[in-house]
T-cell receptor, first 115, second 110 residues
Framework: GAGVSQSPRYKVAKRGQDVALRCDPI?????LFWYQQALGQGPEFLTY????????KSGLPSDRFFAERPEGSVSTLKIQRTQQEDSAVYLC?????????????FGEGSRLTVL | RKEVEQDPGPFNVPEGATVAFNCTYS??????FFWYRQDCRKEPKLLMS???SGNEDGRFTAQLNRASQYISLLIRDSKLSDSATYLC???????????FGKGTRLSVIA
């Protein structure tokens, strides 16, 4: 498809499990972002890549969160030892422009529920 | 003061009404401003950018007031399909990622 694709769409994890969320951005988009959206809140920035370089990871809430984009295309967000407070929708977005301020095209998100 | 603040609503308005939302931001040096729309359980999508001189797109008008550090979105002749959450988005400074407000919920009622 032409849009940003995320998988899985829904993930239920037991507390303490590791999860991996995948994002396939729009082809040719240089910038890729991960945002976390809790229920009733706006998206909160987690991390940003320009091609394969992770230029900003200031929003990652703890060292249990790790993101990579090794070939400058697909990205994976990994959460280790999940906690209940990690339950949220994880949104991936890509942008044609280099830099973090261009129009963002979002995927439908991965909804994580930690029991 | 939060970086980007919006009234969460909900705003319940009848079809055909005019409704306006405001959003305040904390950094006077902010350069870029946007309104995104998010339907229930869907992803956010860009509605419109906000330019210094104000801009209009059909029934939607966006304005920027730098002196008071707020942006606004005006929707005229509301349609049922306008029901959604409207997210205020600001580039607060320099090369920093876009910051989203919590959103304002709008319900247009027949």
């Amino acid at each position: 498809g032409a849009g940003v694709s995320q998988s899985p769409r829904y993930k239920v994890a037991k507390r303490g499990q590791d999860v991996a969320l995948r994002c396939d951005p729009i082809s040719g988009h240089v910038s890729l972002f991960w945002y976390q959206q809790a229920l009733g809140q706006g998206p909160e920035f987690l991390t940003y890549f320009q091609n394969e370089a992770q230029l900003d990871k200031s929003g990652l809430p703890s060292d249990r969160f790790f993101a990579e984009r090794p070939e400058g295309s697909v990205s994976t967000l990994k959460i280790q030892r999940t906690q209940q407070e990690d339950s949220a929708v994880y949104l991936c977005a890509s942008s044609f422009l280099a830099g973090p301020t261009g129009e963002l095209f979002f995927g439908e998100g991965s909804r994580l529920t930690v029991l | 003061r939060k970086e980007v603040e919006q009234d969460p609503g909900p705003f319940n308005v009848p079809e055909g009404a005019t409704v306006a939302f405001n959003c305040t931001y904390s950094n006077s040096a902010s350069q870029s401003f946007f309104w995104y729309r998010q339907d229930c359980r869907k992803e956010p999508k860009l509605l419109m950018s906000v330019y210094s001189s104000g801009n209009e797109d059909g029934r939607f008008t966006a304005q920027l007031n730098r002196a008071s550090q707020y942006i606004s979105l005006l929707i005229r002749d509301s349609k049922l399909s306008d029901s959604a959450t409207y997210l205020c988005v600001v580039n607060l400074s320099g090369n920093t990622p876009l910051v989203f407000g919590k959103g304002t919920r709008l319900s247009v009622i027949a």
